[in-house]
């Protein structure tokens, strides 16, 4: 029998992690990980999903906005975004417009459908980020929104 399958089997606890413990890209995949989890919790019954959310919100934000400047901002992949869009498309959400003066550009606004989506859910968004902060003190979620702004060079304003 092999000396391993002496051993108790071990748990999540006993796990020797010590070569990832200060490793920025496992602790940012734990942190992504645990956000996304809590995102469905929180709001998974009405069927949303983060990235489709927060493309919503940023096209509400920026009508017009090319299909193009949208993925370079999101760092989604040209083709994963024109998915995206399609779909916001067939359920109404979003239309695209292609402008005289760039016929190779795609402009993208919100339709009262996408905006009333934004606007039924909004109040559970925001409840789901307030959430969040369950394991931090303010103070703590204020300074890791400010470096994570830094470290992903998201330039935006200060916000908490």
């Known amino acids: 029998m092999p000396a391993s399958a002496l051993k108790e089997q071990l748990t999540e606890d006993a796990v020797d992690m010590?070569?990832?413990t200060n490793s920025v890209g496992f602790l940012t995949r734990l942190a992504q990980v645990k956000t996304y989890e809590t995102f469905f919790e929180d709001l998974g019954e009405y069927g949303l999903r983060p990235g489709e959310y927060s493309t919503l919100l940023l096209i509400g934000r920026n009508p017009g906005i090319r299909q193009g400047v949208l993925a370079q901002t999101l760092r989604v992949k040209p083709a994963h975004m024109t998915k995206l869009i399609r779909a916001f498309e067939d359920r109404g959400h979003v239309e695209r417009t292609i402008p005289d003066h760039d016929r190779r550009s795609v402009e993208l606004s919100l339709t009262q459908a996408g905006r009333d989506f934004i606007e039924k859910h909004r109040t559970a968004f925001t409840k789901h980020e307030?959430?969040?902060?369950?394991?931090?003190t303010e103070a703590e979620l204020?300074?890791?929104?400010?470096?994570?702004?830094k470290y992903s060079g998201f330039a935006a304003e200060e916000e908490n």
């Open 18 to 20: 010590s070569d990832l």
């Open 142 to 149: 204020v300074t890791l929104k400010r470096l994570l702004r």
């Open 130 to 136: 307030a959430s969040l902060k369950s394991s931090l």
